[in-house]
């Protein structure tokens, strides 16, 4: 199966041509939410590279009540960004269920697969690991493309909780700073000072959404030499970035 058989019209416009992008998180339901069911998510997906963010497409989570209310953070759903012109599909993501995103488990790792014309580009998978977060995303043969993870320290084996953003805010999680995800090439080196060929970096919310929501935003930098369906994968991991570690509270405000 060919890739270009693949992307879609939408996909190529929107990527093909794309160093960075930036995705932010909306809430639908702030009242559902305070009664403690998780609301669907819509994120609003921006160009960037131009340096002034240009809206051009929306994705909305489809996924059942019961399962946002008792299984908060882990639940199953799809979700299809369209252009918000044409309304074209671009992206489709599907998150199967899978147990809560956590260190030394030995399966069911947390995963979301990418579609665009009903056939596969591939997925974001969670790992086995001990201390550092680690995702990789793989094509739709099967083959790892991509290895994602926090800053890490200790030669690779933990998380770097102290590493300078290139904004030179620490990325605690504690103190509401920027949290930025590393994208490694596979076979490239990942240690603390290697330079990571892209990023997913999680923005400081305003005090406002820090408050009442759980709103987040991410700027993406894509690898210089990613395709189109590479670039759309990157910037979907978010997503599934999103689910696992800022809505969960497995990285507590």
């Not at 002034?52 to 799809?78: I, M, V």
């Not at 260190?103 to 990418?114: G, N, T």
């Amino acid at each position: 199966m060919s890739m270009k058989n693949v992307q879609s019209q939408a996909m190529n416009r929107h990527f093909y041509d794309a160093n960075s992008m930036t995705i932010r998180q909306t809430r639908k339901g702030w009242f559902q939410e305070w009664l403690g069911c998780e609301a669907k998510t819509e994120f609003k997906w921006f160009h960037t590279s131009d340096g002034t963010p240009k809206h051009f497409a929306t994705s909305l989570e489809d996924s059942p009540f019961c399962c946002r209310l008792w299984c908060k953070g882990c639940q199953k759903f799809d979700m299809v960004a369209r252009d918000i012109e044409t309304d074209e599909e671009i992206l489709t993501m599907n998150r199967p269920w899978k147990c809560p995103s956590g260190a030394c488990k030995c399966c069911c790792y947390q995963e979301l697969k990418f579609q665009a014309n009903g056939q596969e580009l591939g997925r974001l998978q969670e790992q086995c690991y001990c201390c550092l977060p680690q995702s990789i995303i793989q094509d739709a043969h099967g083959n790892d493309l991509y290895l994602i993870h926090p800053p890490s320290c200790c030669g690779g084996c933990c998380m770097d909780c102290c590493a300078k953003t290139e904004s030179g805010n620490c990325c605690m999680k504690c103190c509401g700073c920027t949290i930025p995800f590393h994208v490694f090439k596979i076979g490239k080196e990942h240690g603390k000072n290697a330079i990571p060929d892209g990023r997913i970096v999680k923005k400081i919310k305003s005090l406002t959404t820090e408050i009442f929501t759980d709103a987040n935003a991410f700027d993406i930098d894509f690898p210089q030499d990613s395709t189109t369906e590479e670039k759309a994968m990157i910037a979907g991991s978010s997503v599934l970035i999103n689910e696992m570690f800022f809505e969960s509270d497995n990285w507590s405000d």
